[in-house]
């Protein structure tokens, strides 16, 4: 916007009224022209200023549009206040709920602050077990997570931690540095992040299609898990990205052993990225040098749901694991409201055990497919491979009826390979209403089989879980 200045100002009003005064002691007409022109321009000015006062100092107001030059002394005046206003205005730093929380930036939008958190409210009931230990019914506070984010510059930040599972948990903790890196927009992670390993792997489960990542996310990774402590470089192409990591454990080794050490990366690209829809193919791989001793090298499937811990696929006891190796493809299509997505993964671990040297593997697959029958569509990131954040058109906080997205997965899990390891699958079926961006309601029916040859529950058993959850996530 062109805001007047006043010397300028005070020149053109001279002029102006030299030439008026001329003109009206020829034509008396003029001087009635006049009066109306200057009548509506002091108007125009007292409606911009009433507009600059009455906004809020934090954000950046809409102003009727710029009043022509003035043509009396008193009018450059109030020009001059209005320009002063507009002024301070323009530096005044702006807020925006875009994101469901208030996001802070300085006028220049080089300095960003916003808190960020989720609430996940679960309930789940199981029938149909053989053995009745197994039908167990409950709720649970998933997940209350709270943090913030935001930016100075190139650098970036995020922390965040995760009240879980009857305790307390560091998540996000890491700092990024925006650069470029051959010519491309690229990123360096320093911290504790989500690692980049495959779709779901890869994405928040705040905005995955169903309440848990599949198989091939919760069950192909290294020992240290979703998270760890290191550095990871990604670099970003029109139409493909790439990232490298090497990461020891998460923020929550208590630091009483060696970390266990893993070197990962990833790639992606789109062949297809237009209105016409989307084709993404991607793969990932790791290596991990496992510290002697350590816990979780194998990690039990939950496949009928977070809450129930007893219906899960055993992988059984092997000691001694030293080092191991991961990797997998996937595959995704989205075109209109439709979307589809295939992972497959698996997991070599090496090491010394009781009956000696071992070579070992696990396997995981998944496919899964949606339709968004209304109020939406899917919300792939292309840019990074992962699952954004559902727009919805009409929200229901805003009297709309929402979106509405039917969906359908089927995964198996294979520990057959190791000694007394189990197998077993799942199909799940459901519905999720998103009520706005930033909250949904999820209900879910998953018909699972499990083939134990450890545990509690040993043998061919199956059943069928329902599950729901409320999700806010901001």
Request: hydrophobic share 40%.
């Amino acid at each position: 916007m062109i805001r007047p200045r006043p010397t300028v100002l005070a020149a053109a009003v001279g002029l102006l009224l030299a030439t008026s005064a001329a003109s009206a002691q020829s034509n008396p007409a003029a001087l009635e022209d006049l009066v109306r022109q200057q009548a509506e321009q002091i108007r125009q000015l007292e409606a911009r200023l009433s507009a600059l006062e009455a906004a809020p100092a934090s954000g950046v107001a809409a102003v009727p549009p710029a009043a022509t030059a003035p043509t009396a002394g008193p009018d450059a005046a109030l020009a001059e206040r209005v320009a002063k206003i507009e002024a301070a205005q323009a530096k005044a730093p702006a807020v925006s709920w875009s994101k469901g929380a208030p996001q802070f930036a300085s006028a220049d939008g080089q300095v960003t602050f916003r808190p960020r958190g989720r609430v996940f409210v679960d309930t789940s009931s199981t029938h149909g077990s053989d053995f009745d230990a197994r039908n167990i019914t409950g709720t649970e506070i998933r997940s209350v997570r709270l943090g913030f984010e935001g930016s100075y510059g190139i650098l970036g930040y995020a922390v965040e931690g995760d009240f879980a599972d009857n305790g307390v948990a560091w998540k996000s903790a890491y700092v990024t540095i925006r650069h470029t890196l051959f010519g491309r927009e690229a990123e360096l992670t320093v911290g504790n992040r989500l690692n980049d390993r495959g779709i779901d792997g890869s994405s928040g489960t705040g905005n995955t299609p169903f309440p848990d990542r599949n198989v091939v996310g919760t069950q192909i990774l290294p020992q240290r898990g979703l998270f760890g402590v290191g550095l990871t470089e990604r670099v970003y192409g029109e139409d493909w990205h790439a990232s490298v990591s090497i990461a020891g454990n998460d923020l929550n080794n208590v630091g009483d052993s060696d970390d266990s050490m893993t070197l990962a990366g990833r790639v992606h690209w789109n062949p297809v990225k237009g209105e016409g829809g989307l084709l993404h193919l991607g793969a990932w791989g790791f290596y991990e040098d496992i510290a002697p001793g350590s816990s979780g090298v194998f990690r039990s499937s939950a496949i009928a749901g977070h809450l129930n811990d007893l219906v899960k696929i055993a992988p059984g006891a092997l000691a001694g694991a030293d080092h191991g190796s991961g990797y997998g493809l996937e595959l995704l299509g989205v075109r209109g409201p439709f979307w589809g997505y295939g992972e497959w993964g698996r997991r070599e671990v090496a090491g010394f055990g009781g009956a000696g040297r071992f070579d070992v593997a696990h396997e995981a697959w998944a496919l899964s497919a949606g339709w968004f029958l209304s109020g939406a569509s899917p919300s792939f990131a292309a840019r990074t491979g992962t699952w954004g954040r559902v727009k919805v058109a009409r929200p229901v906080t805003a009297g709309g009826p929402g979106a509405w997205e039917l969906k359908a997965r089927y995964e198996n899990v294979d520990y057959g390979e190791l000694p007394t390891g189990g197998t077993g699958d799942a199909l799940t079926v459901g519905v999720n209403w998103y009520l706005n961006d930033f909250s949904r309601v999820m209900l879910d029916a998953i018909r699972w089989e499990t083939d134990n040859r450890s545990g509690d529950y040993q043998g061919e058993d199956r059943g069928t879980t329902l599950n729901a959850r409320f999700q806010l996530a901001f």
